[in-house]
C-alpha cells in the first residue's frame, strides 16, 4: 500500500506549519510495507506533534481558543448559522432520558451485592490507559466488560452503542471539564500511540482517503451540505448521541462506532471494534486532544 503525504502541493504556509506531519505519514508508509528499521518515538518528540497539531487548527480557526474545541464541529465559524438550533436543543438534550436511564444501570446491583460503582476504573479523562503488564490499552469499555465478568455477570457483547455507550456516557460524564490527560510516558504506550498516528495518517479504502483527509486539511470545508470537523476535539464528547443514528432508532455510539462508519464511507473493511487498530487510534486522538475538557455526551449530527 502507497501511503500519500497529506497536503502534497498544497498551499506552502500549511506545508511549513505541519512539516512534522508530513513526515508522520511517511513514517506510516515505511511502516506499512514492513520496514523494522523506524526509530522508536520519544515522549519529547510526542510531545512536539501535540503543539504542532493543535497549533494549526489555532491558526486554521483564529479566535477560538483549545476549550472551544469540546463543541466539535458546533465550535467551528463554518458552523455558526447552526449553532442557534444547536445550542437551543442543548436546553433540554434528546439524551436527557437515556442518561437517567444509565445511571440506574450503572447503580444497579449484581447478584454479588455489588455494582459498577465497585469497579476500579481510572478517571474518565485519562483513558485509554497503557497496561504495562499485557502491553495493551485499556479502555473503558474494555474495564466495563472486565468488571462484569470479574463479579460472575454477563459481559455486554455490542460494545458500540446501546447499554455500552450509556454506561460510558454516564461514567465519563462524572469527569466533564477535567482536561484530557493521557499518559504516554511509557516505550509501550509509545509504540501504540506511533501505530495510532500510522492509522490516522494512512489512506485507505477505494476513495483513498485517511482520517486527516477529512477532518485535517478539510476541516470547516463543506461535503454533502455538512461541516467536516476538526480533529481537534475529536474523542472528547464520545459516546455520542448523532440524530443520523437516531433516525435509525440507534441514537447512541461510542467513537469505535464512528470509527466503523468513517471506514464504510471511504469504502474500506471496518476493523473490529475493541480491536488493536481501532484502540491505538483513540489512543493516538486522545493524546492530540491533551488539554481539552471532556464534555459528555455530546449531540452531533
Known amino acids: 500500500m502507497r501511503i500519500s503525504m497529506p497536503w502534497c502541493g498544497r498551499r506552502s504556509q500549511e506545508k511549513k506549519k505541519m512539516k512534522k506531519l508530513f513526515s508522520l505519514a511517511l513514517a506510516a508508509g515505511i511502516a506499512l510495507v514492513g520496514v523494522s528499521t523506524v526509530q522508536a518515538i520519544s515522549e519529547s518528540e510526542i510531545q512536539q506533534d501535540i503543539e504542532e497539531f493543535q497549533g494549526y487548527f489555532l491558526k486554521r480557526f483564529p479566535g477560538l481558543t483549545i476549550e472551544d474545541f469540546q463543541d466539535g464541529v458546533n465550535a467551528l465559524p463554518q458552523y455558526a448559522h447552526r449553532r442557534a438550533n444547536w445550542e437551543l436543543a442543548m436546553e433540554f438534550p434528546p439524551y436527557e432520558p437515556e442518561m437517567e436511564k444509565a445511571a440506574e444501570e450503572w447503580n444497579a446491583s449484581f447478584a454479588n451485592g455489588k455494582s459498577l460503582n465497585d469497579c476500579d476504573l481510572a478517571p474518565g479523562h485519562t483513558y485509554p490507559v497503557f497496561d504495562a503488564a499485557t502491553g495493551d490499552l485499556r479502555t473503558i469499555v474494555g474495564d466495563i466488560n472486565a468488571c462484569l465478568k470479574a463479579n460472575g455477570e454477563d459481559q455486554i457483547k455490542n460494545v458500540k452503542r446501546a447499554k455500552m455507550a450509556r454506561l460510558v456516557a454516564h461514567y465519563r460524564s462524572q469527569f466533564n471539564g477535567e482536561k484530557m490527560a493521557v499518559d504516554f510516558s511509557d516505550p509501550g504506550a509509545q509504540a501504540l500511540y506511533q501505530k495510532g498516528r500510522q492509522s490516522y495518517w494512512a489512506k485507505r479504502g477505494q476513495l483513498n482517503f485517511s482520517c486527516a483527509d477529512c477532518h485535517v486539511h478539510n476541516a470547516g470545508n463543506m461535503v454533502r451540505g455538512d461541516v467536516m470537523s476538526a480533529g481537534l476535539g475529536h474523542g472528547?464528547?464520545?459516546?455520542?448521541?448523532?440524530?443520523?443514528?437516531?433516525?435509525?432508532?440507534?441514537?447512541?455510539?461510542?467513537?469505535?462506532?464512528?470509527?466503523?462508519?468513517?471506514?464504510?464511507q471511504v469504502r474500506a473493511h471496518p476493523f473490529k471494534a475493541q480491536g488493536q487498530e481501532y484502540k491505538a487510534l483513540e489512543f493516538y486522538e486522545a493524546v492530540m486532544n491533551t488539554g481539552i475538557p471532556l464534555k459528555v455526551p455530546s449531540q452531533r449530527q
Not at 255 to 262: E, N
Open 236 to 264: 472528547v464528547g464520545f459516546p455520542v448521541w448523532r440524530t443520523k443514528w437516531q433516525v435509525a432508532g440507534k441514537p447512541w455510539g461510542t467513537i469505535h462506532r464512528r470509527y466503523g462508519g468513517c471506514n464504510k
